[in-house]
């Protein structure tokens, strides 16, 4: 069974660092690894995303200042943020493919199987 656990999510100012984690379990390989997220009353939505061949995609809000990268040794996915700002404040959730996925790097939900259960990120000004 494939398990994806997000962690790093935290309270900070505006201007401040995270960096989030996401330590996949249940399978060793997957083409397609991403970051979403969902602030309350918005829709979810594509922040990064990583191909197996390295390729990557941000939303054009956070390109710049976050990067998403992988250690396929540790089977965990990264997702570093710099100069947080108010409206980063939601839940950041990790989101894979199945090995069968032979698509382009994306950050729509659609190529995404597997999903982790969260961790909230809360940006103060």
């Known amino acids: 069974q494939v398990q994806l656990a997000e962690s790093g999510g935290d309270s900070v100012q505006a201007g401040g660092s995270l960096r989030l984690s996401c330590a996949a379990s249940?399978?060793?390989?997957?083409?397609?690894m991403g970051w979403f997220r969902q602030a309350p009353g918005k829709e979810r939505e594509g922040v990064a995303a990583?191909?197996?061949?390295?390729?990557?995609a941000y939303a054009s809000s956070v390109k710049g200042r976050f990067t998403i990268s992988k250690d396929t040794n540790k089977n965990t996915l990264y997702l570093q943020m710099n100069s947080l700002q108010p409206e980063d404040t939601a839940m950041y959730y990790c989101?894979?493919?199945?090995?069968?996925?032979?698509?382009?790097?994306?950050?729509?939900?659609?190529?995404?199987?597997?999903w982790g259960q969260g961790t909230q990120v809360t940006v103060s000004s």
């Open positions: 990583i191909r197996s061949d390295g390729s990557t």
């Open positions: 249940g399978y060793s390989y997957s083409r397609l």
């Open positions: 989101a894979a493919s199945g090995t069968w996925y032979e698509g382009s790097v994306s950050l729509n939900a659609m190529p995404y199987t597997y």
